[in-house]
């Protein structure tokens, strides 16, 4: 891995000198949580095989002392909305891809429509998803899982690092799309990236600012100021709510794709559920007895249970869903008493 900083003096006349410098930024921490090693400057760095952390690493740039600007400016494209384009900026495409998804909480279905943004190294093939996610109804409060192809050297086996919900730390042996699959909490997991109003990087070679030419890249992100309640998540509440990918090109110039997560939630109740028998009582005859009764549920997706009070009444099911027709027998009486029994079935006696 070859990283270039350091301390330049560039002379501009015979009476004055520009200083530039190295300065650094970020903000948060990242918690290896196999290692115990953390990092509060809210960076990690990929070694080659897999992203790491250590007490001093943080993201740098050069500025000019004598403004207090950043030395090179970056040239930006930006990506958002319901419907963005595909586009080709520099040697990268940017796919966005429309889809739906749902989750289930205790109190009924959220149901989203998002944009997943694959961003693709050309000259590599690798790419990068930004998936959004929706926490409510609306378009309000969306963010970003995150997931990074690995450049692992060729042969070995495919390895993807995810940063999902709070965001958690994730390390996939997997290929990309197997690990868009994954939904566990707690497999493959390396760590936690935890702090709320957090400016994150993840940088390859020096980063964007530092290089090498051609090789400094940086995917950088931001997690919300105030966590956000979502009744159907298990990974936490503080998401990333901004992303962008910057890279310095052969020529030293730098660039900057900046996206904004979109997801639109809707939110369906779990039903109130009501049912309705045919008939409240019935009287069967003492030998070679049996009859049908209806069922009628107030939607199809209510579930009931039904239940006989003696062991001679018989029914055919012991439970289902929505509307049914069953059916009833009785054992043959032997003796001459009457007996009685009670059915129950959704809760209707």
Not at 316 to 324: F, L, P, Q
């Amino acid at each position: 891995m070859r990283i270039l900083f350091g301390l330049l003096l560039l002379a501009c006349s015979a009476a004055s000198l520009t200083t530039i410098e190295v300065r650094t930024e970020g903000f948060g921490t990242i918690t290896n949580e196999t290692t115990g090693i953390q990092n509060l400057n809210g960076a990690m760095v990929w070694n080659g095989t897999t992203w790491v952390v250590n007490d001093t690493w943080a993201h740098k740039y050069f500025i000019d002392t004598r403004t207090g600007a950043r030395l090179k400016s970056y040239t930006t494209r930006a990506y958002q909305g319901a419907a963005p384009s595909p586009d080709t900026f520099g040697t990268y495409t940017v796919q966005p891809i429309p889809y739906t998804y749902q989750k289930t909480a205790a109190n009924g279905v959220y149901r989203f429509q998002a944009i997943e943004y694959r961003i693709r190294n050309q000259a590599t093939g690798r790419q990068i998803v930004l998936r959004s996610r929706g926490t409510q109804t609306g378009a309000a409060n969306a963010y970003f899982d995150i997931y990074i192809e690995d450049e692992v050297a060729a042969g070995a086996p495919p390895q993807t690092t995810a940063l999902r919900g709070d965001p958690v730390w994730f390390t996939y042996p997997l290929s990309l799309e197997q690990a868009l699959l994954q939904t566990s909490s707690t497999a493959s997991r390396t760590g936690l990236l935890p702090t709320a109003g957090g400016d994150y990087y993840l940088d390859y070679g020096g980063g964007a600012d530092l290089g090498p030419h051609g090789e400094g890249r940086s995917i950088q992100f931001q997690t919300a100021t105030v966590p956000v309640a979502d009744s159907a998540l298990t990974l936490g509440s503080v998401f990333a709510i901004t992303a962008q990918y910057k890279w310095m090109d052969d020529a030293g110039n730098l660039f900057e794709m900046r996206f904004l997560p979109y997801a639109s939630g809707t939110f369906t109740p779990n039903a109130t559920c009501t049912f309705t028998l045919s008939a409240h009582s019935t009287t069967l005859p003492a030998t070679h007895s049996g009859t049908f009764l209806a069922l009628t549920a107030s939607a199809p997706t209510c579930a009931w249970t039904a239940a006989t009070s003696a062991s001679w009444l018989l029914l055919d099911t012991s439970g289902g869903t929505g509307s049914a027709l069953l059916t009833l027998r009785a054992a043959d009486n032997p003796s001459t008493s009457l007996r009685t029994a009670t059915l129950t079935i959704g809760g209707q006696s």
